[in-house]
């Protein structure tokens, strides 16, 4: 990038509500940072501490979404193991219309688009009752505590979002997408 | 068997097991990137715990979680199946879900818990 070109980003970003914006290797420490600064930052702009929480739950969802899930990773031919792998994503975080919103975006293996479009169409589909009934029969059934995740984050989000969870999926090439999604507060 | 003490970090939750007291105590938050890392020896305490636990024997479980993630949430629910387990071999389990006044969300959390269970007691506290 050009030096002079980072300001008309900066703006591009504000322009579109958001306040806050990584890309890159994303890590549970970074996570807990990003996390800890975007909370404090809310509360001192909101007076319901629920709002920061909410905020705060997004990111962390969304975050470990990408350690766990992004097919993209740092360095790309890993010999040494999964615990050395650096995993990358985008995170955005804004606020419009009333509103604070958190954007997500990771690069997927075209195999998986169909599945996660599918569980995201359907929860897209549920009234608060029904992703309420759909969390805990999946948090009955789904894996013990020895696998990465509960599969629970996106319906976790869409309970605790004021409207539908929004997503895109990019061809990038024959094997790769791109998945972005966002959850409004 | 010994007491089990795990300190608070920035995304697990300090751990307070008294095993002569009979008080367990999770406070703060939970969410680590490896759930199972963190959890299984908690877990590995809390069945032998069970297992030498005397009939009747009245245990308080003091729950304050400010935050704790999805996956976590699973693990919350396996605590909970383990307890009322206990509670229908005769063992006098209460649990203690402590929320913050504003934080909606914990609170939600707690009453859905309460829904799950039957037998096991698990009372709301708002933090004064």
Same mark, same amino acid.
């Given at each position: 990038?050009?030096?002079d070109?980072?300001?008309s ?6 322009r579109?509500g958001?306040?806050?914006c990584f890309?890159?290797?994303v ?5 807990v940072?990003f996390?800890?600064i ?6 001192l702009e909101m007076?319901r501490n629920?709002v920061a929480?909410r905020?705060?739950?997004m990111?962390?969802?969304?975050a ?9 990773k740092c360095?790309k031919?890993n010999?040494?193991g999964?615990?050395?792998e650096?995993?990358?994503g985008?995170?955005?975080?804004g606020y419009?219309s009333?509103?604070y919103?958190v ?12 599945r996660?479009r599918?569980?995201?169409i359907?929860?897209r589909?549920m009234?608060?009752e029904?992703l ?6 999946q ?5 013990d505590?020895?696998?990465k ?8 989000m869409?309970k605790k979002?004021?409207?539908?969870i929004e ?5 990038i090439?024959e ?9 409004v507060? | ?7 608070t970090t920035k995304?697990t939750p300090?751990?307070s097991f008294?095993c002569?007291?009979?008080?367990l ?5 939970? +969410?680590p990137?490896n759930i199972a890392?963190f959890?299984?020896?908690?877990? &590995?305490w809390l069945?032998? +715990?069970l297992?030498?636990?005397?009939d009747?024997q &009245?245990?308080i479980?003091n729950m ?5 993630n999805?996956?976590?949430s699973?693990?919350?629910?396996d605590f909970?199946d ?14 203690n879900?402590? +929320?913050?006044?504003? &934080?909606? &969300? ?14 096991l ?6 933090k004064?």
């Amino acid at each position: 990038m050009v030096v002079d070109k980072l300001y008309s980003f900066k703006k591009d970003l504000s322009r579109q509500g958001v306040f806050f914006c990584f890309s890159g290797p994303v890590s549970q420490d970074l996570l807990v940072e990003f996390g800890t600064i975007l909370k404090q930052k809310i509360k001192l702009e909101m007076p319901r501490n629920a709002v920061a929480l909410r905020v705060f739950s997004m990111v962390v969802e969304q975050a470990q979404n990408i350690i766990h899930y992004s097919a993209e990773k740092c360095p790309k031919d890993n010999k040494a193991g999964k615990e050395e792998e650096l995993s990358i994503g985008i995170i955005a975080v804004g606020y419009e219309s009333g509103h604070y919103f958190v954007l997500s975006g990771n690069v997927i293996e075209h195999q998986n688009v169909e599945r996660l479009r599918k569980r995201l169409i359907k929860l897209r589909k549920m009234s608060k009752e029904e992703l309420k009934k759909h969390y805990k029969e999946q948090r009955r059934k789904g894996p013990d505590i020895i696998s990465k995740g509960a599969g629970l984050g996106f319906i976790d989000m869409a309970k605790k979002a004021s409207r539908p969870i929004e997503f895109d999926f990019k061809t990038i090439d024959e094997n790769y997408s791109f998945f972005s999604s966002k959850t409004v507060i | 068997m010994e007491n089990l003490n795990i300190e608070t970090t920035k995304y697990t939750p300090g751990i307070s097991f008294d095993c002569k007291k009979n008080i367990l105590e999770i406070i703060g938050e939970s +969410y680590p990137e490896n759930i199972a890392e963190f959890y299984a020896p908690v877990f &590995d305490w809390l069945e032998e +715990y069970l297992g030498q636990l005397k009939d009747k024997q &009245d245990v308080i479980i003091n729950m304050e979680l400010v935050y704790f993630n999805s996956s976590s949430s699973k693990v919350l629910l396996d605590f909970f199946d383990l307890m009322e387990d206990a509670v229908g071999n005769g063992k006098n389990i209460k649990v203690n879900w402590i +929320y913050e006044e504003e &934080d909606e &969300d914990t609170l939600e959390f707690g009453k859905e818990f309460q829904e799950d269970f039957e037998e096991l007691n698990i009372n709301l506290v708002k933090k004064g």
